[in-house]
């Protein structure tokens, strides 16, 4: 069973920036499409961006461009660039495969706020 482990959350004042990391315990990680998610207290999670194992990615349009995701194959890690952080960026942060197959890691939170 691959594990994932999202680090790199915390506070930060709006406008600010966080990078996000999620490390895969099994090499599999490389053959994946792997996806971003995001889930605020009482909403449902939502996918932010998915990347492809060619490097192809999605973002949704309601990020406006915020929010870049990327990849490392060789180190079976994938990131999420976050920039002008706003309030409603506050939540916690997965990753999985997209569409999700693997269990749910614990996430890491972010919180947004002056």
């Known amino acids: 069973q691959v594990q994932l482990v999202e680090s790199g959350g915390g506070l930060v004042q709006p406008g600010g920036s966080l990078r996000l990391s999620c490390v895969a315990s099994e090499s599999v990680f490389r053959f994946n499409t792997m996806g971003w998610y995001r889930q605020a207290p009482g909403n449902q999670r939502e996918l932010l961006a998915r990347i492809g194992i060619e490097g192809r990615s999605y973002h949704a349009d309601s990020l406006k461009g915020r929010f870049t995701i990327s990849r490392d194959s060789a180190k079976n890690t994938l990131y999420l660039q976050m920039n002008s952080l706003k309030p409603e960026d506050t939540a916690i942060y997965y990753c999985?495969?997209?569409?999700?197959?693997?269990?749910w890691g614990q996430g890491t939170q972010v919180t947004v706020s002056s």
């Open positions: 999985n495969t997209a569409p999700p197959s693997w269990t």
